[in-house]
């Protein structure tokens, strides 16, 4: 599984801030309680600790490759695997 992970919920984010200029009371406060970075939630361990092969977050483009040529390995022999891919809020 290549998990998109931006780090929030946008569709939410995107909805408040529409909300937020319909009722003229700004954006600012959108991200509050839909975004997931403060911490950033580290789903690769998530998924090792429920058995899973699993990498992440990875941020750098030039990571990825590597990392689906191992997860693909790792799927080859049945099991599950997860590449945690760190991607533009939107």
């Known amino acids: ?8 919920y946008h569709e939410e984010v995107m909805h408040l801030q529409r909300i937020g200029n319909r009722r003229n009371r700004g954006i600012d406060r959108a991200s509050i309680g839909a975004g997931l970075d403060d911490p950033a939630i580290d789903f690769a ?3 090792q600790s429920l058995g899973w092969y699993a990498e992440g977050p990875i941020t ?9 040529k191992r997860a693909l390995a790792v799927v080859k022999r ?9 991607t533009q809020p939107r």
């Open 78 to 86: 049945g099991e599950p695997a997860l590449l945690d891919v760190v």
């Open 1 to 8: 599984m290549v998990m998109n992970n931006n780090r929030a």
């Open 60 to 68: 750098d483009p030039k990571d990825l490759a590597p990392a689906v």
């Open 45 to 47: 361990k998530l998924a």
